[in-house]
């Protein structure tokens, strides 16, 4: 499912308050009382953890759509208890950092998942983490602090961001204030859901919180992928998405549009939960039986063991809210073309996803059919032809990894982008980030800037003056 964190700029919807007496926020369904937290370079004065939904996502509700509020907690939530979603990490990251940070080949140091030594998950990570966090600046806070109605000052905007991990991983404090919508899924679609649940459970969880908030949004990584999926939703057929413009950083996913996939890894799914329950689990329904426990340990044990780049788990083609993959649904024009978009890429994307072992030709094709299950034969052969063994940089690659790395980052980043800003035309905006190493989710850094001693995700300094400038 998904965990929510919102950045929001409230005019006047809390109770008048001091800094000594923190504001209160009335929802109608729900009270929330703030915290103070501030940051670099701007203070934010407030800090609220609201919930958007009504039943936690937990036993007979796992796996299905959430359910809004429809009746009213008058009790007073502090939002002291920190509240996170699992999350589960591919293996091959760790080989990733190491070649990153230039560990020699014959030295990196390969890990695998220990089924009797599982990953540990702090006290705050929960399947019932459907929360949104609201941070409000100071200058907002002031004027709300001030001001008695909501008639006596127009709306501030709103901003929802959309935290990125491969849909399995991520968590809204990753980056400072981060947050805000934490894409931890897990087990998102696949026929078994389609037929006794809700596919794409975790992209219904943030249509309903955007919904909620219904105005701008920001993504990186998975969570831009999400926003492509949003704009995308139901094929344009169910009105307009709920936000009016949107930033994706590096919107990207996994293509997969065909059962066979989903019913593999749904098979997968159920065959690892019999085994760490010592039961027979063959169907939706037994899943929610199976305790939190178990269930987060199938979800580390199959997202550890992903193929080198891949996550496992994310978005399918389920019909409905994905009828197909944005690509064709943007080719086709069936979307709302009214938005206002800022897209953005890193320079060298698809390092991250690519193994430093694809060393010969054999080893870019084995690394295709991973990236490309099941695709046909002349498929293949056109991107042979796109990518052609040729290896003196007229192609963008020095060699077989780059060329695998180049072919990743095309076919999951970069043709995202090209498909929308082909389709919504003057309305978009493209930024390219080449600061070195100007690898995946190191412009996140730079947007989430926290002054003197920031670092990117794989620990290099930020430079403050191009985090200023942005």
Known sequence: ?????????????????????????????????????????????????????????????????????????????????ARSCYRAHPYWLKTARQYINKVPLDEIKQEWFDINNPPLHDASQSEDCL?????????????????????????APVLVWIDGGGFTGGYKHETNPAGLIENSMGFLGGPLLKADGDANAGLLDQRLALEWVQDDSHGESAGGGSILHQITAYGGMRGPPPFQQAILQSPGFQPNPGSYQQERISNHVLN??????????????????VDTRTLAKVNDFIVANSPYGLYTFGPTVDGTFVPALPGQILANKNFHTSLTLMIGGNDQEG??????????????????????????????????????????????????????????????????????NAKVGNKSYVYSFDVPLALHADDVAYTFYNGPGSVTWDGRPVFGGAALSL
């Not at 209160?24 to 701007?42: C, K, M, Y």
């Not at 010592?278 to 037994?286: A, L």
């Open 272 to 289: 690892d939960a019999s085994s760490f329950s010592n039961r027979s689990i063959t169907t939706i329904d037994g899943l929610r039986t």
């Open 1 to 81: 499912m998904a965990m929510f964190i919102i950045i929001l700029a409230i005019s006047a919807s809390f109770a008048a308050a001091t800094r000594k007496s923190l504001p209160v926020v009335d929802l109608g369904h729900s009270i929330n009382q703030a915290t103070i937290e501030l940051t670099f370079p701007r203070q934010l004065a407030m800090e609220a953890t609201i919930t958007f939904q009504i039943f936690a996502p937990v036993g007979p509700l796992r796996f299905s759509r959430p359910i809004p509020p429809r009746t009213a907690n008058r009790t007073t939530n502090t939002g002291q208890e």
């Open 131 to 155: 929360f949104l966090d609201v941070m409000v600046p100071t200058t907002i806070f002031d004027k709300t602090s001030k001001i008695e109605t909501c008639d006596d000052e127009p709306s």
């Open 351 to 420: 390092v991250l996803f690519t193994s430093p072992y694809i060393l010969n030709q054999a080893d870019y094709v084995a690394n295709l059919k991973w990236l490309f299950p099941r695709a046909p034969e002349p498929l293949v052969h056109d991107i042979f032809a796109l990518y052609p063994d040729q290896l003196d940089g007229k192609y963008g690659y020095t060699g077989e990894m780059l060329r695998a790395a180049v072919t990743s980052a095309e076919s999951c980043f970069a043709c995202n982008t090209r498909y929308l």
